[in-house]
Every structure is written in structure tokens, then in C-alpha cells.
């Protein structure tokens, strides 16, 4: 999104999506747009989804207008989010995605019309895991803590949040690079759609103590039950110790689901540099993430935050940057940042 008449839906783009700013500027220009766009809707959906100053029903029902947008566009629909949300609305860049909505869908329905098919699907898709958070655990201050069911259903919830984005981001690149038209479609889907969850589940790990305290856990109760553990006995971070192993189990299956991303990326033709990059920062810092992961002391005490400093990613984006022609150069540059995964 370069154009003059973006330049506004550019800088909410920059102050709402943090580090994957990085990876939509670097995408070449014809993707930047779709790509950027997408992103948009899906924060401004996450908006309507976690806006805790109204009820979980108010935000349903909005959540479904919203959605509503993709089969049939409705000014009045549009009109009515953003009066409902704005208001109780505090973070500013987010007030101003919400403000910009209709600027949003003109920009849509000016893309190419396989673009905006692209771009619905994609918003369905992920709008079924917001639906799932709104309808399967709590309210925030419902005071109990309720938890997924079965690995299954993690793997339901971590694709249709995140998983979808790797089938969204594939489609998308061989639509518009010439380069990857050798590509397995389907075969490449898959594994960006394991690169998607894969970076789901760190975030789910990272941030377990903060949602348990709002109610949510995605930690199935197929794992914990065999170590008699419930979702409320994780809310204490004294059980850790009984904690750990099933913390250890889900961090392999997110390092399997990294391997498909980190093979996803390898794949990428080495003259597409660019999406190379777009590909290899967001997995380099997703392995130094989930190594932090790793070593934290205690997942379930709510005072310990696991979040890389800046530096960190400045120096990851530089050395990735170096190394990007280089297979075995950036194999080896992983195996260094999640060094404590591959070690276990």
C-alpha cells in the first residue's frame, strides 16, 4: 500500500501489526496491498472480538456483521460497528482501524477480484477462531477457567487463526510471482499452514498465565487430565512442576510445525529474496521466542514476561538479512536461536 490515497491505512498498517509491518514493507509492491489489507480486516475483527468494554454477545453479534461484509457489502453495517466499538475504544491505533473501516473496504473492492475471494476466505476463516474464543470459554470476568478439549481441537483452533494465514500467504505469492509456478500448490499449502500454527502455539505458550486469568485455556484437557491436573490447578504457579511435561509435549509439536515452516521457507526460490525475508524474520524470531519459551522459570506466574527486546530483533533482522541467499547459512543461524529446543 504505496499509493498516495493509502498513505493513511499505511500508517495504522505500521502502528497495529508491530514486527509483521517488517514483513509486509519488504513483500514486492503487488502483494504489498492485498497482503496489507488482509491484515487490516483480521485486526480490526481481533478489535471487535477483545473489546472487553462490551458484552461477549454485543461483540458476537458485531463479529457476524462484520463477516457479513465479505458476501454482501453494507455501509449501514459498517456505520453501526464502528459506532458501537469507537466509543469504548482506548488504544489509538486501533480506534483509527475502526474509524477507517469504510476506507478499508474501498480499497477492497478495488483489488482484483480473485485478490478479494483471497481476502474473504481468509476472513471467514480466521473469524471462526474469534467466534470459537467468544463462545467456548468465559467471560473475561466470569471467574472460572475452561479449556479445550482435545489436541484436535487446539489444532482446529490454532488453523483457524493462524494456520489459515500460511494457505492465505501461499495462494497470494503464486498468484502474483511468476517464480513459483513450479510450486505444489497443495504440498506448499500445508507447510505454510504448519509455519502459521506453529507461530500460534508460541504465542499461546508465551502468554498461557495471562489467559488462564482470562478465563482461556488452550492447553487440552486430554493433556492434562493423565497428569491430574484441571485449568483451574494451573492458574496456581506452584504446579508447574506437574505442568511442565505437558508444556514439554506442546513445545515439540510447535517445533515439528516450525520445521515445516523453516522447510517452507527454504523452498522459496532464492531470487525471490524478498519473500524469503518476509518468511525467514518472522520464524528466526519465533524461534528465539519459543527458545525463551524453553527456559523460562515458571510459564504459569503471570509477573515473568517472556518477549524479546528490540535489540534482539534488530540483530535478527540484520543477520537473516545477511544470510538469505544462504541455505545453510540460515539453517545454522536457527539452530542457534532456538539452540535450547534442539538440544531437549
Not at 471462526?128 to 484436535?152: C, N, S, W
Request: aromatic share 8%; charged share 20%; with cysteine.
Amino acid at each position: 500500500m504505496q499509493d498516495q490515497p493509502l498513505d493513511r491505512l499505511n500508517v495504522i498498517l505500521r502502528d497495529v501489526s508491530r514486527s509483521f509491518y517488517l514483513s509486509i514493507r519488504i513483500l514486492p509492491h503487488s502483494l504489498r496491498c492485498p497482503i496489507g489489507l488482509a491484515y487490516l480486516f483480521a485486526r480490526a475483527a481481533d478489535t471487535i472480538a477483545d473489546t472487553a468494554l462490551i458484552s461477549p454477545s454485543a461483540r458476537l453479534t458485531h463479529l457476524e456483521h462484520f463477516r457479513s461484509l465479505f458476501h454482501a457489502y453494507d455501509p449501514a453495517l459498517v456505520s453501526a460497528i464502528r459506532e458501537a466499538l469507537v466509543g469504548p475504544q482506548h488504544i489509538p491505533a486501533e480506534r483509527e482501524l475502526l474509524i477507517s473501516l469504510e476506507q478499508c473496504f474501498d480499497v477492497y473492492q478495488a483489488c482484483a477480484p480473485a485478490d478479494q475471494a483471497r481476502i474473504s476466505r481468509l476472513l471467514l476463516t480466521l473469524t471462526q477462531g474469534m467466534i470459537m474464543d467468544l463462545t467456548v470459554f468465559p467471560h473475561e470476568h466470569g471467574g472460572y477457567v475452561q479449556a479445550l478439549k482435545t489436541r484436535a481441537d487446539l489444532d482446529h483452533y490454532a488453523y483457524y487463526v493462524a494456520g489459515c494465514v500460511g494457505e492465505f500467504w501461499t495462494e497470494m505469492h503464486v498468484a502474483h510471482r511468476p517464480a513459483l509456478a513450479a510450486w505444489d500448490l497443495k504440498a506448499m499449502q500445508v507447510r505454510g499452514i504448519c509455519f502459521g500454527k506453529g507461530l500460534q502455539l508460541t504465542n499461546i505458550l508465551r502468554d498461557l498465565a495471562r489467559d488462564l486469568r482470562l478465563g482461556r485455556c488452550y492447553v487440552p484437557l486430554e493433556d492434562l487430565i493423565p497428569h491430574g491436573l484441571q485449568p483451574e490447578t494451573l492458574l496456581d504457579p506452584a504446579a508447574i512442576v506437574k505442568v511442565r511435561p505437558v508444556l514439554q509435549s506442546l513445545l515439540g509439536l510447535t517445533l515439528d510445525h516450525y520445521r515445516q515452516g523453516w522447510a517452507y521457507t527454504l523452498a522459496i526460490p532464492r531470487r525471490e529474496v524478498r519473500m524469503r525475508l518476509a518468511c525467514a524474520w518472522p520464524l528466526c524470531i519465533g524461534f528465539r521466542t519459543l527458545d525463551l519459551v524453553a527456559r523460562a522459570e515458571n510459564l504459569l506466574d503471570p509477573t515473568i514476561t517472556v518477549k524479546i527486546p528490540r535489540r534482539a530483533v534488530y540483530a535478527i533482522i540484520l543477520c537473516s538479512g545477511l544470510l538469505i541467499p544462504f541455505n545453510k547459512g540460515l539453517n545454522r543461524y536457527a539452530h542457534y536461536l532456538g539452540r535450547r529446543l534442539f538440544q531437549s
